[in-house]
Structure formats: C-alpha cells, structure tokens
C-alpha cells in the first residue's frame, strides 16, 4: 500500500507498506524493491492485510537516513480480526516461498557455482556486460536438472517457478564482488552488471587482507600502504590551498625529489583499486560490507572515520582529509545521518588527497565506466570494424538503391552538431496543392550487419551520450568518416564533400505525399543514393523564412505547420522544462594515470560558467519547428510502413490522461500546442510517461493516433531518424530494409518484445545518467561561486547567488527525524534545476506551482550525490 498519494512524494520514490514474513510493517522506498513475484497473494487479499492507519507502523527502518522521509506516529493497531486474519494467511505465503527458495539455494548452487563464479559461465551469462537475471535462472535450472538426470525433453520444457527465481535473485545479491544490482531499474530491468576481472580481483583480494592475522605478508601489505599513504598525506598538508587556484587545471607529475618521496607499489595499486570500486553504486541492500573495509583501510592511513557535529557555517572545501567533508555540511546539522554516503565521501576526499582521483572528477562516470579524461585509464581498444564487403551489400545486391541525382537535400542542424543523420527534400506535385516530403536518413546499416563487432558495440552503448566533460559516440567517429555514413561532415574541406557527393551517400528515406490540410495521402520507403546535400543551420534557414518566398524552404514551412496543426487538433502538448545552462572548460579535463610510477599532483581547477536562464518559455525557432515536424513524420511512414508488411518494430506510445484531465491540458495550450511547464505544473495533470511498444499505438503528447484519419493513421509513430547516436533506429532500418528486399527480419515478433526491457532500461539509464552528470557540474560551479572569497565574484556570479525565483515542486514539508529540519522540492528556473529548500517544521506547505523567492545556502557533496539547498530569502544568513 503507498503511504503517499503523491508519486515520487520522497526523494527517491514512492513509500510503500511493506509486510514482512514474522508480521511486521515497515516502509521501504518503492526504488529499493528489487524483486518482483506477481500473483503470490491476491490484491484482495493484501488491500485487506494493508493497515488501516498509517501510525500502525512498526518501523521507518527501509528508508535511508539520508533521504527526506515523512515522520511517522508510531502507534499500537488496535485488533481486527479479518485484518489480522488476511495478513497471517499473506505471512504463511511468504513464509512458504521463503522455505521452498532456501532448498532451491541448497539445490542450484553447484549449478550457480559454475555457470556464475567459474570463468567459462559468467563469459556464457551475456555479451554486453551484464546479467539478465531470469535467463541465469533459467541456465542454472537446466544445469541443474541434467546433473540430477533428467531427460532432455524434461530439461528443454523447465519452468522457471518463483522459488527458483527468488534463489537465483538471492545468489546473484549475495556476490557482489562479481555482480552489482542495476543501480537505475533493477525491478523492471532485473539486470546484473558484471564486474570486471580487475575489479574483482581487487576486491577479493583486499578483502582477503582485511582477515588476515596480525604479522602476515597480507596484513604487512595494508600496513605499508597506510604508512605511505600518511607520508602523502603529511606531504599535502604542507601544500594547503595552493594546489587549488583558479587556473587552468594541470596533472603534474613529479619527479621524487620534488614530491613526498613515495613510489606506490604493486600492492598499493591492488588497494587503490580497492577503493574506487567501492564508489560505484549507492544500492544500500547490496555490498556495503566493502565501506566497511574501505573504512578500515583508510584507518590505517590515519583517517578520523568517526562522525562528528560541525559548525553552523559555510566552511571552505580546503581542508585536512580527516576533517568531517564539506560534502557533508547543510545548514547547520549533525553528519549523523549521513549513512552510506558519510563513507562515500570519505573514499573520495582520500583518493583525491592522495592524487588517484582528481578533485574535479565526476563521481557518477565511475558507476559506467566512462572516461573523458586526459589519462591512461582503460584506453580505448581499437575501433571495431564492419565485415569486409563489396560494393554493394550482399543483402543490397537484390534490391538497387533509388538515386534522387541532383534533388536538393537540406541537411539543417546546430552548428556544433556532429552526427549530420537526417536531411529534407520537397517535390511539388503537379496541378494540386499537394508535395511529396523526402526525409533522408544516413544509413550505416549499409556497411554494417547485426552481427559485426560495430554493431555489438552499439547495441552495448545503445545511444550516443552528450556530457558537459564531453560526447561518447554510438559510433566512432573515424568510422562515421571512413564509411562515408552521415550526410556530410562540417569539417570536411569543399573538395571532399564534391568527391563523397559525386559518388553519392547512402540513405534510407522516408517519403510521404501530403496535402495543403496536413493530411498524408502516400507514403512509402525505400533505400537511397543522394548527392545534392546542402549544409545550413537551424538560424540561418530561420533568418530565410523570414522573409516571404517561394523556395522549397517556404513551400516545406507551409506544410510542416499544416501537419502540426492536425496533431494540435488531436492532442499534442508541447511543453518542456528549462535544463541548466553552463560551459566547462577546459575539455577534456587532465585525469589521474592507470599506474602512476611518481606522485601526481592536481593544479587548477575547470571553469565552470554557469548562465542565468531567463523566466520567459524558450521559444523554437521557425527551423526547429520545420525540422521536428518532418522527423515526426518520417517515424509515422516508418510505423505505417512496417505495420502494412507485418514487419515487427519498437513503437513509441503515452497513454492520454482521463477525458476531463485531457480537456483542460488543450484549453490551456496555445494555438500551436505548446504550454509553459509552470502552466502544466500548476495544472495538476500528470502526463504518463511515453513507452515502447510492440504494435502501433496512440502517443498523446504527440498529437498521433488513428483519429488523425490520414493514410498513415494506423502506424503510429515508430523513431527510425537517429541511426547515428540511437541504436533502436539503427534497428528499425535493418528491420525495414529486409523487408523490402523480401528477406526475414533479423528480429522476430518474439525477439524483438523480449529485448524491449533492456532498450527501455538503456533509454532511461542513459537519461539518468546526463541528468545526474549535468547537476554534478552546476552544483560543483555553485558550490565555487559559495566558496568564492569575498568581493571575487563579478556582478553576473553574485546574481547566481540570489535571490532568485522558484516554484514549489512538491508540496509535502518532509521533516527529517534524524535532522530535526524541513525541507519543500522546489524548482529553481533561472538555474534550471530542482533544490531542497529549507522550510520552518510549523508552517504548512504552499501548493504546487507557488512561486517564493530563494536565495542560494548550501550545496552538500556526499559520495556520488550531490544536493543544493536553498533557503526562502527572508531567512536570516
């Protein structure tokens, strides 16, 4: 039962009433649920097991410490006997499961043994690095029955039940020094990441170390590492501030006269390594027991690990590594509560000290592996290469591509775009108001087949990611050159585009016959050759349409904002949320050596320029709008195109909100849909969330569904205009192009709904991971400005600082019990993040969407979290 009405009522998710097997409840954060089993119980039966107050619960004790959770009135539940009868008859159920997995433990482990811990399992377990928890159950369930000599027919028709499923789930959970939860959606993904054999090594063996009695070479390998480690840290103490000016940062390795005098050995390396895997993830039910070494590792490098109370002020971050971490210091509280990223902090604040972390380094890269430093950290192998072909595809001998020669492509984009993937080009149809719209896409599906290493490793990294420290391609950039894949490079000199465009580039184009209403009349696919690509940006074709013509451009607008009005007509809602607006320099940022073999030492720091954003809505311009309106539309062909020839594909679809909901989003919207996000905020609607989907289906927002009545209603809206940074679309062109040349999908109906999860889980992890990164950098660019001594700052700084507008974005006043404060979500919209704004316990909450004033206080750094805390502005400093 959720103990809030309000999603995401809590930082970390929605609270739920947990029963535990003895007849406790508890409240845990729905995001810490890591298993699901439907159908255990009937929802009859929980919904009457479900305490009827929530001051009925025993404990708080699933929520971390480290969250804003709700205080609960713990009270006695006064006796009823059908409630207390439905919830004994639950507790014997989950008793039941919890006996028959314990004798399914004792049974598969032989089978988990092998195809888990033994090298030769876990490199069968998945290509792409992790664990898909049912496939190991069911793997280790077939093992398991052929080693107890059951027939073949037997072992190939297994059932998975759930006590094999909640044992395997266990296992996994319970090795995490080869397995680590998917720390995003581990309940919809039940993905395992699998870590590398470096890692665990390290991990195994410093664990080793810990245990080892007093004298042996295993307790002298910790003991010598501490004492070297002192002498650097005692060598770093004497530098105090100066390593940390506002200059350009700088890896500096000295030479061991200049430095301490310590050179790490091969056993410190182990340790070192140690250490930084224990910062890659936050799962509190996984594999803490490794803070706990790392604690007593840092000990014997003379770290004060104990919690202690700080002082009601702003404290600089240049401090002794034993000082309680700045990280830690909101308004005036106790670091008592600060669980797990208490420690976290710690780790880092001693790998920086010892020059094995720079300060400036992004501590949620660490959890992915990625790496935009300037070091010799995990150097990237070799690109793969495609499989070597002739002229033409094998599978393109078949079918010729269709050459549109001389046809105008405009290919319109930002001027730092990199991946140039989509280009437009119109034909007029004669004597009616009528165009064909061409949207070329790039297609590297020409030189690339599902089965080469390029394109495993795209399905590995599923899009291409876009961070401040820089930008990780789906595909290597010298591939996208070499191959000839996008339309057009902007570095290329002028006589290298004329030779790639004599030869012409290959495309998979979508086209589709539209009429003066908006309405589609035709439509079809078909691979392609084109030459005439014309490169401009999004403002310079805005500036041409601003003045009345009868290019191809004015013609396109004409019907671009035809087609958009159709989709207002239906439904769509255009409104989005201003993000944070900062530049980092210098890119990329100096980073720690692999194995340094002197001490290095960290000068400078990134300049971080932060933007004030502006209160007004963002507004699109004319070029934008044009060029959104045909990619949507090119995924519409694509849907109604493999939907006529039954060719499976991954759909995107939203489900509308109730009938009156849906009605009071349109009237609030303007004539081309769009809406503020504090207009949709305040409205109380909360739009469902958009999804994959495995047949065509309606997309609210997007205004698409079958009453648009046109001849492509019926397909929905499928992306396929993005092969260059979205491994989906690269999908759908292999996909569709098969079918066009009458051979078999290489995705099934069955395989391509099975791997539907895992390209959600990608999607959402990928979105998560630029949110994190991108508030990692502006909290560290606030938390300077913070620091900045007195009078440094320039007018622009200061403004930053406050006061500043913001809007209430969850109204519930979240009382801490271990802090004894308050705090409202708000949403600070010249920075374009969310902050916790401290809030006085006896006031009531404002309502959603209230605007108050805010002035910037804290920003609280623990681990791989950050946190900015503003407070209202007639708060006393």
Known sequence: MPSSSVPGATRTGTELCVLLPWGSIVIFIENDVMLRLPNLIGPELAALAAPADMAHIVSTEGIDPTEDASPKRNEQEPFDAARFGARSAACAALRALTRMSETEMLRLRPAFREVCLSKEGVALIEEE???????????????TMQAEGHCFADVASARVAQPVLLAVHRMLMDTPSRFVADDIAHRSSHRFSLRSDREREAIETVDEWVRAPKGSTEWRNLEGFGQRAKEVLAWRAKLGGETMPADEPERVELEAEAGPGVQWRQTDHVILRFLRSTLSTRRSLQGYEYLSIAMDVLKRAGADVTVQPVAHRLQHPERSFTDVPRDLVPYGR?????????????????????????????????????????????????TPQPTPRPKLALHEAEMERFDFEQLPVHVIDDPTAHELDDGISIERVAGKDEIWIHVHVADPTSIMDPADDLARRARRQHNTLYLPEGRWPLLPDEMLQAGRLSLGSKSETEEQREERQKHGLCALTFSARVDAQGKVQEYCVRPSIVHNVQITTYDEVSAALEVDGTSDLH?????????????????????????????LS???????????????????FPKIDIGMLSLEPPAWSKAQDLVSECMLLAGRVAGACAADRGVPLVYRSQEAPEAAAAAKLRGLRDEDGNMSWLTLLRSGVRLAPGNASHA??????????????????????????????RYPDIVAHWQLKASLAGRTAP?????????????????????????????????????????????????????????????????????????????????VPQLGINAECGWHRSIAAAELGAPLKVRLHDVVRAGVRSSVIVVPEHWNA
């Open 696 to 725: 065509p289906a309606p997309h609210f927002a997007l205004g698409i569904s079958p009453a648009l009545d046109d001849a492509a209603a019926h397909g929905g809206y499928a992306r396929s205009t993005s092969p260059l940074r």
């Open 129 to 143: 690095g992790t664990a898909y928890m049912p496939s190991v159950a069911y793997t280790i369930l077939q093992r």
């Open 334 to 382: 106790d670091t008592g509560d600060a669980g797990i990223d208490h420690q976290g902090a710690l780790v880092v604040r001693f790998l920086q000290a010892v020059g094995e972390m720079p300060p400036w380094e992004d501590h949620a890269l660490l959890q992915v592996g990625v790496d935009f430093t300037t070091n010799e950290r995990d150097a990237p192998s070799e």
């Open 555 to 583: 013609v396109l607008q004409r019907f671009a904002r035809a087609m958009l009005h159709q989709r207002v007509a239906n439904s769509s809602i255009a409104s989005n949320m201003p993000g944070p607006n900062f530049t």
């Open 586 to 604: 210098p890119v990329p940022l100096p980073g720690a050596p692999a194995t340094p073999s002197t001490q290095t030492l960290f000068r400078g």
């Open 747 to 827: 995705w099934s109906q069955e395989r391509l709904e099975a791997d539907m999860p895992r390209m959600a889980r990608m999607d959402a992890w990928s979105r998560s991971l630029e949110r994190r990164v991108r508030y990692f950098w502006m909290a560290l660019g606030l938390r300077r400005l913070l620091d900045a001594p007195p009078g440094s700052l320039t007018p622009e700084e200061q403004a930053l600082l406050g006061p500043l507008d913001a809007v209430v974005a969850l109204p519930d006043v979240r009382i801490n019990p271990s802090r004894l404060d308050a705090r409202v979500r708000v949403f």
